[in-house]
């Protein structure tokens, strides 16, 4: 990212590495099978259109809680945690595709965590996002912009889900690569001097290995392994 402050980009990598730790914290507590390798915090993306832009790193994660948690019971102890360290926390219920969710919502320092968890499925799904920073200076009268870079959007969640599939375990729905994030390549040595290397899980393809790029998996073709990333389905 070309032409960035060095200051603003050091504040927005802190943010990141500060709300994926809290992350990490939730993830393990509240989910099981965890894998924190899937949660990468990506390169900053624009969080709106403003000259100059601004931009957020954000971070999602789908697990599974136990099966004696409860969707409130979940939701209760995500509270908990959230506001040990320090986040503004508000609940909340909404209702998507006939399922209703149980919200958790939490702001600190600009950043925010939602929290979702229903009774209608074993899954507990986490996104985050840190506050929005200025990285470029305003553009000079008569020079474009450079296009920003948009976050894609996963290729599929709990509520587009074909019937009789599951989301992919490996990238938690994205379609993207999880080591790399869908770029193709890995930072080698993060900082002033970073050097990048092709992605040693995708071999710079850019897509899941697992679900190759769809986002979500066939029942019917799961092997007995990969059933076991499914505790629901673990009786079938």
Known sequence: M?????????ELDRLGRALREQMVVLITDLTVRVHLRRLAIGEPTVADGRDPSRYHCSVMYQGDRPASATAAGTASRAVSLLRVTGWEVALSQEGDDGRLWTVVLAHRDGSTIRVLASDDTPA????????????????????????????????RMPETLTPGYVLCYECDGAGRCPGCGGRGWVLRTPGPSESRSRC?????????????????????????YQR????GLEQD
């Open 200 to 224: 040693g899980e995708c071999a710079a393809r850019k897509f899941c290995p697992i679900c190759r790029g769809a986002g979500q998996l066939a029942i019917f073709h799961l092997s007995t």
């Open 2 to 10: 070309d032409g960035t402050s060095s200051a603003a980009r050091e």
């Open 228 to 231: 076991g990333y499914y505790p």
């Open 124 to 155: 507990v799904v986490f996104r985050g996002r840190t506050a929005a920073l200025v990285l470029r200076p305003p553009q000079p009268a008569g020079q474009s912009a450079p296009v920003p870079l948009q976050e894609p959007e996963p290729e």
